[in-house]
């Protein structure tokens, strides 16, 4: 069972289980219009895999659901990746994220153990949880300080699922995993807000990009390694929480520089704090701060020490921050070039 399947994680975690012969049930909450996007391929494959996807309606605010689910496809393993999952937006809407981002795993653990289910848990914890670090490398031991309504909600989900697995006994573990990005990502975020931008101003569709805080720091991988890491922890003997961190930090300033690299548009910095501007090679502001983006508090430095992920589960990622910032341009090169297109063709 996989909650938040239709997520940018949920739709690798998907092809991955059913690479291996799963039977998938992922969690689809109701929308207006369809949210099927990132797993549409997997759906109309269907018929083409040994193994299948089942999409199944339920809500982590809504314990009636999770329960009928739970009890219908008794699953070995649950993954909850659902979550309200854009930290910004959490100081919007604080009690809708701990209702969801927070409780939501309350009620999937407590469903379990009402069941009296033998289902292996999987909670999407994050390092956002570390906010104002007390370490410079954090790990599973690092002290949490969380920064934000979200950090906040996902500090609660962690505690809960430790204290499942210590008072009821279930196997319930928490990924502790730091930011990672892939084509897929969420076009809120800063990475794809990035690669995006820059794809839709090399096709003449976008002048420029606003950014918030140029100089916070994070430790950014790729998402399918992490969803390869949460299956390993849920095979293991005895469970236990574990980081997933690539070790670099960068700061999203880095980011932006190596994206316009990409496009042929290295960036020169001009001016400081929300004067900041980033200009193309003949001149032309491509990059503009816009202090609204700015957070009421900020997370400014995350780096995180996989080393125990590396020796119990043997995971390690596999792709370069390089490597991950050129998928990610090569696929929004391809994105905008379908939307120009479209607004250049005769139909429009
Ligand atoms: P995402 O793309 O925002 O996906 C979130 C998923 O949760 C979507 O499928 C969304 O459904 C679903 N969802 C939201 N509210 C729901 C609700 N009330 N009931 C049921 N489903 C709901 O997030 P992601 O990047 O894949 O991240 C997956 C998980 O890992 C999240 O829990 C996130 O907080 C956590 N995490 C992510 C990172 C990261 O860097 N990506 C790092 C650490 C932890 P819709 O498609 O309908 O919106
Ligand atoms: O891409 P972000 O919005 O990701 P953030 O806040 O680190 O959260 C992500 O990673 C967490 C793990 O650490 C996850 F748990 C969480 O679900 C989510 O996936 O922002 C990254 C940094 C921040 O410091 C932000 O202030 O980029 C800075 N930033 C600067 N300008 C911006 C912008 N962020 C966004 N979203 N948009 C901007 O324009």
Redesign the pocket.
Known sequence: MV??????????LAELLLSKGYEVWG???R?SST??A?IDHLVENDDALDSSLHLVN?????TGSLLKILRQVRPDEVY???????VKVSFDLPEYTA???GL?PLRILEAIRELDLPSRYF??????MYGLVRDSLQSEGTPLHPRSP?GSA?AFAYYTTRNYREAYGLFAVN???????SP???ES?VTRKISLAAARIHYGLQETLQLGNLDARRD??F?GD?MEGAWRMLQTDHPSDYVLATGESRSVREFCELVFQEIDQPLTWRGIGPEEVGVGPDGRMLVEVNPQLYRPTEVDILQGDASRAGGDLDWQPTVSFQELVRMMVTSDLEVAERQAARENSPSK
């Open positions: 909650t938040g399947v239709t997520g940018q994680d949920g739709s690798y969690v689809v909450r929308r949210a099927l990132r339920g809500d982590l605010r809504d909850n990746l659902a979550a309200q999952s854009d209702d969801v981002t939501g909670q999407a914890s994050s390092s956002e979200y996902k990924g502790i995993m730091f930011n990672h990005e897929r990502r969420g975020f950014w991988g998402a992490y």
